[in-house]
């Protein structure tokens, strides 16, 4: 019998099964409340739009298009729709800067093809996405904290990453309600990344995911609109805008996109060609026009939503958490991040939780290059009612109380 661990790549040392792909499958156990999954609440899903849009397609003149091989690039009708929000946020893009992936986690991917060889440095969030780690681990970079906070230098980073034998390629963040932690990004830490990245002469991976559901604040300018204005259009920047369809239309028809200068994106068409030729076409002509249709309407009523349960979930948590016990309130996004005193292990407690109080989260060390991070916990409240997160938070709670006095 072949055995196999002789023959593997040495990248897949650094391939790890995620923490949440599995945790999801807590949700067909009826008696788990999960605030786990970062999911959309499919019963928000414009499911009436999308039959419309599939019998449209089926059973007009674009049918054997639908069903045919298709353009790397992507659709032209619906990159021709991405570049109109993109010159709505001040962006000059063009179809031609414009790539289709299979939902913005193959971006991260390709991104990761494109820009790593072994032991290349990457600047990334303390915490920071599971899904990117996951993407990047594959070409085994090494990882630094990305701390816009303090006042690390360019040549700071470029110094440790020489220590290490590497050298810096990207830095990658989600600058609206980042996943994990719900943060985003001041004015002045954008323009403060963007000098880093100038300094070190590196592109800036934007994980914009979550950008279109804001429930209140001030509207931030994307690092790439910046990065425009700063360098006189997009041919001449270094930042790389991920977007997704996954947050607002559908995650399961898996269409996400980059926004990029044309030399970029024609290295990642042939990384498209050689992985899968093309996203699916006829996903990606429902999503052109259930997007021209009511993109708008829908974006207002999830962020209404979700608006709403962010808001039963902060004063849930005042009203059960004890004390010791902090988060922030995210401006956006789905989650909410807590941090607990240093000797809590959310994953044994995690453990504890799904056995006794039967509610599921993620622990924090998942959202850590370096596996630290141990005493926070990522709370999701995009798919759970007002009432469900009540009970839910209570018991939580409720067993966070019992563990800090069993310590004392």
Same mark, same amino acid.
């Given at each position: 019998?072949?055995?196999?661990?002789?023959?593997?790549?040495?990248?897949?040392?650094?391939?790890?099964?995620?923490?949440?792909?599995?945790?999801?499958?807590?949700?067909? +156990?009826?008696?788990?409340?999960?605030?786990?999954?970062?999911?959309?609440?499919?019963?928000?899903?414009?499911?009436?739009?999308?039959?419309?849009?599939?019998?449209?397609?089926?059973?007009?003149?674009?049918?054997?298009?639908?069903?045919?091989?298709?353009?790397?690039?992507?659709?032209?009708?619906?990159?021709?729709?991405?570049? +109109?929000?993109?010159?709505?946020?001040?962006?000059?893009?063009?179809?031609?800067?414009?790539?289709?992936?299979?939902?913005? +986690?193959?971006?991260?991917?390709?991104?990761?093809?494109?820009?790593?060889?072994?032991?290349?440095?990457?600047?990334?969030?303390?915490?920071?996405?599971?899904?990117?780690?996951?993407?990047?681990?594959?070409?085994?970079?090494?990882?630094?904290?990305?701390?816009?906070?303090?006042?690390?230098?360019?040549?700071?980073?470029?110094?440790?990453?020489?220590?290490?034998?590497?050298?810096?390629?990207?830095?990658?963040?989600?600058?609206?309600?980042?996943?994990?932690?719900?943060?985003?990004?001041?004015?002045?830490?954008?323009?403060?990344?963007?000098?880093?990245?100038?300094?070190?002469?590196?592109?800036?991976?934007?994980?914009?995911?979550?950008?279109?559901?804001?429930?209140?604040?001030?509207? +931030?300018?994307?690092?790439?609109?910046?990065?425009?204005?700063?360098?006189?259009?997009?041919?001449?920047?270094?930042?790389?805008?991920?977007?997704?369809?996954?947050?607002?239309?559908?995650?399961?028809?898996?269409?996400?996109?980059?926004?990029?200068?044309?030399?970029?994106?024609?290295?990642?068409?042939?990384?498209?060609?050689?992985?899968?030729?093309?996203?699916?076409?006829?996903?990606?002509?429902?999503?052109?026009?259930?997007?021209?249709?009511?993109?708008?309407?829908?974006?207002?009523?999830?962020?209404?939503?979700?608006?709403?349960?962010?808001?039963?979930?902060?004063?849930?948590?005042?009203?059960?958490?004890?004390?010791?016990?902090?988060?922030?309130?995210?401006?956006?996004?789905?989650?909410?991040?807590?941090?607990?005193?240093?000797?809590?292990?959310?994953?044994?407690?995690?453990?504890?939780?799904?056995?006794?109080?039967?509610?599921?989260?993620?622990?924090?060390?998942?959202?850590?290059?370096?596996?630290?991070?141990?005493?926070?916990?990522?709370?999701?409240?995009?798919?759970?009612?007002?009432?469900?997160?009540?009970?839910?938070?209570?018991?939580?709670?409720?067993?966070?109380?019992?563990?800090?006095?069993?310590?004392?």
């Amino acid at each position: 019998m072949l055995d196999w661990e002789k023959i593997y790549a040495t990248r897949t040392k650094r391939m790890g099964a995620s923490e949440i792909r599995e945790l999801l499958k807590l949700l067909e +156990q009826p008696d788990i409340i999960s605030f786990a999954g970062g999911i959309p609440d499919p019963a928000l899903f414009p499911s009436e739009d999308f039959q419309e849009a599939y019998n449209d397609i089926l059973s007009g003149p674009e049918a054997g298009q639908a069903l045919q091989y298709s353009v790397s690039e992507g659709y032209p009708r619906l990159r021709e729709w991405i570049v +109109q929000r993109m010159r709505a946020r001040g962006i000059n893009a063009d179809i031609g800067n414009i790539f289709i992936t299979s939902g913005s +986690q193959q971006g991260l991917d390709y991104l990761g093809k494109l820009l790593l060889s072994p032991g290349d440095t990457a600047l990334v969030t303390w915490p920071t996405y599971l899904g990117a780690l996951q993407a990047f681990n594959a070409y085994e970079p090494r990882y630094d904290k990305l701390d816009l906070s303090r006042n690390a230098s360019p040549e700071d980073y470029a110094a440790a990453a020489r220590d290490a034998g590497s050298r810096v390629k990207f830095a990658y963040l989600s600058a609206d309600f980042a996943n994990p932690s719900g943060e985003s990004l001041t004015p002045m830490e954008r323009e403060k990344l963007l000098d880093i990245a100038e300094a070190l002469d590196i592109a800036v991976i934007e994980d914009a995911a979550y950008r279109a559901l804001r429930y209140d604040g001030e509207r +931030q300018k994307t690092l790439l609109t910046m990065d425009c204005e700063r360098n006189g259009g997009i041919e001449n920047t270094r930042t790389l805008y991920c977007g997704s369809f996954s947050k607002t239309l559908s995650p399961g028809l898996r269409v996400g996109w980059i926004c990029a200068a044309t030399p970029v994106i024609k290295r990642l068409v042939l990384a498209k060609q050689a992985a899968d030729l093309h996203s699916p076409t006829i996903n990606q002509m429902a999503i052109a026009r259930v997007a021209e249709k009511s993109f708008n309407e829908q974006a207002e009523k999830i962020t209404r939503v979700y608006g709403s349960r962010r808001d039963a979930m902060l004063d849930a948590l005042a009203k059960h958490m004890p004390a010791g016990v902090h988060w922030h309130k995210p401006e956006g996004g789905m989650f909410i991040w807590l941090t607990m005193p240093e000797h809590i292990d959310s994953a044994a407690l995690l453990a504890l939780s799904l056995k006794t109080a039967k509610v599921a989260f993620v622990p924090g060390n998942a959202f850590y290059a370096d596996g630290s991070g141990g005493n926070h916990m990522r709370l999701s409240f995009s798919c759970s009612s007002p009432e469900v997160i009540e009970e839910g938070i209570g018991r939580l709670g409720a067993l966070l109380a019992e563990q800090l006095a069993a310590a004392a």
